[in-house]
């Protein structure tokens, strides 16, 4: 079983609509979880952490953590072109980030 | 602020060449680290440095990868000899603190190796 789990995608929604992202990790003990979103050919930027059980909200972006599914989404409402990337999650685990292998997103216009 | 820098921005190598990828993080930035990402992949750590220390490096190919901080600032990474399988982006990445829990990472834009 992989330390970090996503689904690779691509994942594609009109402009406009909810993009939902999911991810599963396998080390119960994980306390911090991260998204990162990353464009074709740059780095990866983070764009949204969560440390403790619910939701949490930044502009478009809504983070939900349940630990005891040990499971993390990410919600992006109002979905727009510029949102296509691939979405990395992202689980401290013991002294490491792990990353998983992204979910590519593709909003069409 | 000046992000986290690195050279050189693409290489291409034959096998079994050596190949040396350098990184400055951001100013006052204690923990440096190092990942591999392979194309459809998601970054693997190759190694962690806090200040000039290394925290972890179970990922690290120990009998090609060698990695080094000097002075606790900027750092190098080397491959010696490279495999086709190494063909991958190097990231380097730095973060504030000594405890990463909660920290966030600054990318640097990568060094993309292709071994031919």
């Known amino acids: 079983q992989k330390e970090v789990e996503q689904n690779s995608g691509p994942l594609s929604v009109p402009e406009g609509a909810i993009a939902s992202l999911n991810c599963t990790y396998s080390?119960?003990?994980?306390?911090?979880f991260f998204w990162y979103r990353q464009y074709s050919g740059k780095s990866p930027e983070l764009i949204m952490s969560?440390?403790?059980?619910g939701d949490k909200e930044d502009g478009r972006f809504t983070a939900q953590l349940n630990k005891a599914s040990q499971y993390v989404s990410l919600l992006i409402r109002d979905s727009q072109p510029s949102d296509s990337a691939t979405y990395l999650c992202?689980?401290?685990?013991?002294?490491?980030?792990?990353f998983g292998t992204g979910t590519r997103l593709q909003v069409f216009p | 602020e000046a992000g986290v820098a690195q050279s050189p921005r693409y290489k291409i190598i034959e096998k079994r060449q050596s190949v040396a990828f350098w990184c400055n993080p951001i100013?006052?930035?204690?923990?440096l680290y190092w990942y591999q990402q392979i194309l459809g992949q998601g970054p693997k750590l190759l190694i962690q440095?806090?200040?000039?220390?290394?925290?972890?490096d179970s990922q690290l190919p120990k009998d090609r990868f060698s990695a080094e901080r000097l002075k606790g600032v900027d750092s190098t990474l080397k491959i010696q000899p490279a495999k086709l399988e190494d063909s991958a982006v190097y990231l380097c990445?730095?973060?504030?603190?000594?405890?990463?829990?909660?920290?966030?990472?600054?990318f640097g834009s990568g060094t993309q190796l292709s071994v031919l």
């Open positions: 990445a730095s973060s504030l603190g000594t405890a990463p829990t909660n920290e966030k990472l600054f």
């Open positions: 080390d119960r003990v994980s306390q911090s």
């Open positions: 969560i440390y403790s059980n």
């Open positions: 992202a689980v401290f685990n013991t002294d490491k980030l792990i």
């Open positions: 100013s006052g930035h204690a923990t």
């Open positions: 440095f806090q200040n000039n220390g290394v925290v972890d």
